[in-house]
């Protein structure tokens, strides 16, 4: 299986500050990474997709990069709705691994 | 709008079963592949299993394979998970989300499996 690293596990952050979290894979998987955000008590969404693109409504201020093994979330200018759980998950091979969690406080 | 509805969870001891269910609606379900994704209390997400759309197609998660089963019925707009032989382990909240072929958008707001004595 593929495993898939986070870091940090959590960082604590204010409005306005740069975010910058980074996942990485145990083996190449191209550009098949998407990122999800998971407000408390709610269910994750879609971010990003094929490592860098923007999933549609989502706000301009999440960007992804990367490919290969390292990959990159940045939040431009940290938002209040924006404190949460991010997730990593790569659809390069099954099963589909997730990262462990970036919790943003 | 897309819609993700799952329900079946509860209370059930070790050894039991559960069916849960998750209803589709504000797209073509039949055109999709669509996927369970559990995540145990507290903890992070894990993928469960994928089926194509038109049903063909089946991937379990070996933590789950030969007890859980997923199907889809495309005349009801519905998502299946049956579950035998369960574990504590098993206990988390499980989503439905729409996707088995690439990413998972949009994910149903879960229903909670709770696997105790």
């Known amino acids: 299986d593929i495993q898939m690293t986070q870091s940090p596990s959590a960082l604590s952050a204010s409005v306005g500050d740069r975010v910058t979290i980074t996942c990485r894979a145990s083996?190449?998987?191209?550009?098949?990474l998407a990122w999800y955000q998971q407000n408390p008590g709610k269910a994750p969404k879609l971010l990003i997709y094929?490592?860098?693109s923007l999933e549609s409504g989502v706000p301009s201020r999440f960007s992804g990069s990367g490919s290969g093994t390292e990959f990159t979330l940045t939040i431009s200018s940290l938002q209040p709705d924006d404190f949460g759980r991010y997730y990593c998950?790569?659809?390069?091979?099954?099963?589909?691994?997730f990262g462990q969690g970036t919790r943003v406080e | 709008q897309v819609q993700l509805v799952e329900s079946g969870g509860g209370l059930v001891k070790p050894g039991g079963s559960l069916r849960l269910s998750c209803a589709a609606s504000g797209f073509t379900f039949s055109d999709y592949y669509m996927s369970w994704i559990r995540q145990a209390p507290g903890k992070g997400l894990e993928w469960v299993s994928y089926i194509s759309s038109s049903g063909s197609t089946i991937y379990y998660a070996d933590s789950v394979k030969g007890r859980f089963t997923i199907s889809r019925d495309n005349a009801k707009n519905s998502l299946y998970l049956q579950m035998n032989s369960l574990r504590a382990e098993d206990t988390a909240v499980y989503y439905c989300?729409?996707?088995?072929?690439?990413?998972?958008?949009?994910w149903g707001q879960g229903t909670l499996v709770t696997v105790s004595s």
């Open positions: 094929k490592a860098s």
């Open positions: 998950q790569q659809y390069n091979d099954y099963p589909w691994t």
């Open positions: 989300a729409r996707g088995g072929g690439t990413t998972l958008d949009p």
């Open positions: 083996q190449s998987i191209g550009s098949w």
